[in-house]
T-cell receptor
Framework: DAMVIQNPRYQVTQFGKPVTLSCSQTLNHNVMYWYQQKSSQAPKLLFHYYDKDFNNEADTPDNFQSRRPNTSFCFLDIRSPGLGDAAMYLC?????????????FGSGTRLTVV | GENVEQHPSTLSVQEGDSAVIKCTYSDSASNYFPWYKQELGKGPQLIIDIRSNVGEKKDQRIAVTLNKTAKHFSLHITETQPEDSAVYFC????????????FGQGTELSVKP
């Protein structure tokens, strides 16, 4: 089945140690999104790629970066994780913005910072 | 930018009763309104969606209504079951700017047997 896959499901990293989360899709969707979801809160958009064009949200900290080497893969890099970055990170995809074709979410990666 | 408000934040109903969750949005350009169910430790799962050219949509026990003039939309769950217990999120997006999906704050639904 076509889907969005996030690896790993659980990630533990040390305070200040760079960490990378990955997302892959078999849907051939041209838009990929990264959301941060803290406990009991709504998912918050960090940034998205429209094809190769990177779009950063104004309030996304510089500590968060993203790479999209090809259509299928997108990475979230956290350069120096702090305790406040512990959260569920959700990847989503859509075709041309989603209003016509919807969005598909991965199962998320839960990041713990120790 | 778009802002989505969702109420109530918690909702407790008896099994078999109906549950209604309401959302309002601010951007009149928004044209797509999905609802997601999120169980503990999992990603959001789409349960129903509606586009701006439709006023109501139903899928078995779940229905969504949209009032474009008032900029609000609602989720209706009938004959609730314990397995409906979860956090529900409404969201809104447009075709512009890559169609960013903006979420409401979520409603924790508890269905008591």
């Amino acid at each position: 089945d076509a889907m969005v896959i996030q690896n790993p499901r659980y990630q533990v990293t040390q305070f200040g140690k760079p960490v990378t989360l990955s997302c892959s899709q078999t849907l051939n969707h041209n838009v990929m999104y990264w959301y941060q979801q803290k406990s009991s809160q709504a998912p918050k958009l960090l940034f998205h790629y429209y094809d190769k064009d990177f779009n950063n949200e104004a309030d996304t900290p510089d500590n968060f970066q993203s790479r999209r080497p090809n259509t299928s893969f997108c990475f979230l890099d956290i350069r120096s994780p702090g305790l406040g970055d512990a959260a569920m990170y959700l990847c989503a995809t859509s075709s041309y913005g989603g209003a016509n074709y919807g969005y598909t979410f991965g199962s998320g990666t839960r990041l713990t910072v120790v | 930018g778009e802002n989505v408000e969702q109420h109530p934040s918690t909702l407790s109903v008896q099994e078999g009763d109906s549950a209604v969750i309401k959302c309002t949005y601010s951007d009149s350009a928004s044209n797509y309104f999905p609802w997601y169910k999120q169980e503990l430790g999992k990603g959001p799962q789409l349960i129903i969606d509606i586009r701006s050219n439709v006023g109501e949509k139903k899928d078995q026990r779940i229905a969504v209504t949209l009032n474009k003039t008032a900029k609000h939309f609602s989720l209706h769950i009938t004959e609730t079951q314990p397995e409906d217990s979860a956090v529900y999120f409404c969201a809104a997006s447009t075709d512009n700017q890559g169609g960013k999906l903006i979420f409401g704050q979520g409603t924790e639904l508890s269905v008591k047997p």
